[in-house]
């Protein structure tokens, strides 16, 4: 299993901006797709954004996201640097929840079930 460490939440107020970051210990980081869930007290941990790294047959990135937070949070990943970030903006309240770095060696990975390694998890706040 891929060892995932995030780091990057905090206390932030509605409006405002949070980049999160997450470090693979696996040297074949750039086969496996990379992900972020949250979970909010209360609930189900659910998926947020998703990307699938580029390879022989396709040249380019695949990024998807849910709707919830399209057109706010940005994933990319630096495979050189084994790490994936989650950037986020135009926060609100009801993005507060703790954010778990998320592998996964399928294609997609917008479910719980298609997760392979959880990172430990780190607590975003946002105040109104």
């Known amino acids: 299993q891929v060892q995932l460490v995030e780091s990057g939440g905090g206390l932030v107020q509605a409006g405002g901006s949070l980049r999160l970051s997450c470090t693979a210990s696996q040297r074949t980081f750039s086969s496996y797709t990379m992900g972020w869930f949250r979970q909010a007290p209360g609930t189900e941990r659910e998926f947020v954004a998703g990307i699938r790294g580029a390879d022989v047959w396709r040249r380019y990135e695949v990024r998807n996201y849910a709707d919830s937070v399209k057109g706010r949070f940005t994933i990319s990943r630096d495979n050189a640097k084994n790490t994936v970030y989650l950037q986020m903006e135009s926060l609100t309240p009801e993005d507060t929840a703790v954010y778990y770095c998320?592998?996964?060696?399928?294609?997609?990975?917008?479910?719980?079930?298609?997760?392979?390694?959880w990172g430990q998890g780190t607590q975003v706040t946002v105040s109104p």
């Open positions: 998320a592998a996964s060696p399928m294609a997609t990975m917008t479910s719980v079930s298609r997760v392979e390694s």
